[in-house]
């Protein structure tokens, strides 16, 4: 067995610079991991190699060399101590255990086990010893006080109440030994908050783990403060409120943690949606708008497979009334840019109107691809094909300032044509005829004008679109089109797909049809 003995600091260098140990400032030694452990007692096992199986005499004075802290976890401060470690390495248990263990048959080996003795405040006082068996063979006797344990920890107090005298209390199957023994010596610390500050989230989570087991309640209640104050970052959230909530006592008054994450209210009020979306829709700060309509769209995404069918609902109702304040609004600022006396004021009349023409249509883009997002755009499909008044009057502003009504057009065709609404067959027609000319009128303009136009996706819900409808509204709507896609050429949607199922529908298969019962009606 080889004794390794931490002395003074001004005694001569031994072996001991080998272990990962870490010093903590109330005095006592922390476990190093196991896998930290196991790497020392290998390195120290290939310099010993010891012959004949004689121990090597302990060395009488040794001096501290500071280590690396335990773990990437936690920050430590090194502070030097007069506690003393023994790193044991030995074919069987300890004497403390020889005696409770019935002797093995010879030809069984027992594990080699790893044994590291920790001690807590005065070592002279120390009146029990508690050993921790954790994986890989790794062991910890720590040299306490039973009074210290029994007032702070219900579960070594049952211990100690059951059987009087005890000496030793052994712990099999250990988890964590490093955060088991870190939190028996919290036990001895004065204030344990203070202790944790800078400890990691992690890391407190699995001295919340340790100190529930023991009965720790003081703990306990310092790694809830703790966890209540400190900011969560990334995934620590999730792992924060599942710990917490996995607490087996109601009486640790877990409720100002999870504040933070959950109101008292069972369904979030749909008031503040409601203002959240009056916001951003009246916003006229071009950058803060586009943000955070990005970031709301971006986030309506995320929980739009969580939402149930009430939240839903007053989702939908609130955005449709958003899109109806906003339809009025267009349609108001429409009859005043068209509005003879308004060709003769000046610019600086003119400009606002048509910036908040493009407003408008900005936030009815937002709603519409919210809506459709959410497989809920159908109503809005009815109320954009009943505006015959605005498409009349669409041709009476220019370009420059009507295009972004094009926008949201092009998008509930792209929804129709992807399945993400499904309108009825009146709603669908009366939308091509309402809004198809002005969406082509204003097509060479949406392709060099505006960036996020993407002209494939928008030309195949438009084809998509009319080939949802009858043959003959088919035949009406592209002969229409070709009409003008051979006048302008590329100033116009290219539907030429959309063309050539349109002409297998009405030249070829009438007749592979006939063919085919001509077939059948010849084989019978």
């Known amino acids: 067995m080889t004794e390794l003995k931490v002395g003074n600091l001004d005694a001569r260098t031994t072996n001991i610079r080998n272990v990962p140990i870490a010093v903590i400032p109330e005095g006592f030694w922390c476990c190093p991991s196991q896998a930290v452990l196991q790497k020392t007692v290998k390195n120290q096992n290939q310099q010993a190699k010891p012959k004949g199986g004689a121990s090597p005499p302990a060395s009488k004075a040794s001096s501290i060399q500071r280590a690396p802290t335990i773990s990437s976890e936690r920050r430590t401060h090194s502070t030097p101590t007069k506690s003393k470690i023994i790193l044991e390495e030995q074919r069987c248990l300890s004497a403390d255990n020889a005696t409770t263990n019935p002797p093995k048959a010879v030809n069984e080996r027992p594990p080699k086990q790893h044994k590291i003795s920790v001690g807590f405040g005065q070592l002279e006082m ?255 499909a009815v109320m954009w094909a009943n505006q015959r008044e605005l498409a009349g009057l669409h041709s009476k502003l220019p370009v420059k300032s009507r295009h972004l009504v094009s926008c949201v057009t092009a998008r509930l065709f792209v929804a129709i044509g992807k399945g993400e609404m499904l309108p009825a067959k009146d709603t669908r027609r009366l939308l091509l005829d309402v809004w198809l000319q002005p969406l082509m009128d204003d097509y060479n303009w949406l392709q060099h004008g505006c960036r996020s136009f993407d002209r494939k996706v928008v030309e195949e ?40 199922v349109w002409w297998r529908r009405t030249f070829i298969r009438p007749y592979a049809e006939q063919q085919g019962s001509r077939s059948q009606s010849g084989r019978s």
Request: hydrophobic share 40%.
């Open 126 to 380: 120390s009146d029990l010893k508690v050993v921790l068996y954790g994986k890989d063979g790794v062991a910890v006797k720590m040299s306490v006080h039973k009074n210290i344990l029994a007032e702070n920890s219900t579960f070594f107090a049952d211990k100690l109440s059951r059987q009087s005298p005890v000496s030793s209390i052994e712990v099999p199957d250990c988890e964590d030994v490093e955060i088991y023994v870190e939190t028996v010596g919290l036990m001895y610390c004065s204030d344990v908050k203070q202790r944790l500050i800078k400890q990691s989230v992690p890391r407190v989570l699995r001295i919340l783990k340790v100190a529930e087991s023991l009965g720790f309640r003081t703990c306990v209640m310092s790694c809830l403060d703790y966890l209540e104050a400190v900011p969560w970052v990334g995934e620590e959230e999730e792992n924060v409120v599942s710990s917490v909530r996995n607490l087996q006592s109601d009486n640790y008054g877990v409720s100002p943690v999870l504040k933070r994450v959950a109101s008292d209210l069972t369904i979030p009020p749909n008031d503040t949606f409601s203002h959240i979306i009056e916001l951003v829709l009246k916003s006229n700060e071009d950058r803060g708008r586009r943000e955070m309509k990005s970031l709301v769209l971006k986030l309506l995404k995320e929980n739009s497979t969580s939402r149930t069918s009430g939240s839903s609902d007053l989702c939908a109702e609130t955005l449709y009334r958003s899109c109806q304040n906003c339809l009025e609004s267009l349609l108001a600022l429409f009859q005043q840019a068209s509005d003879s006396d308004f060709a003769e004021q000046s610019l600086g009349i003119k400009e606002p109107v048509f910036r908040q023409i493009a407003l408008e249509a900005d936030n009815l883009l937002w709603l519409a691809e919210i809506l459709s997002d959410r497989n809920a755009a159908d109503a809005l």
């Open 461 to 500: 819900g438009i084809g998509r679109t009319i080939l949802t409808l009858p043959l003959e509204d088919q035949q009406m709507i592209l002969l229409s089109w070709l009409g003008s896609f051979l006048k302008v050429g590329d100033s116009c949607p290219n539907l030429q797909k959309a063309f050539e």
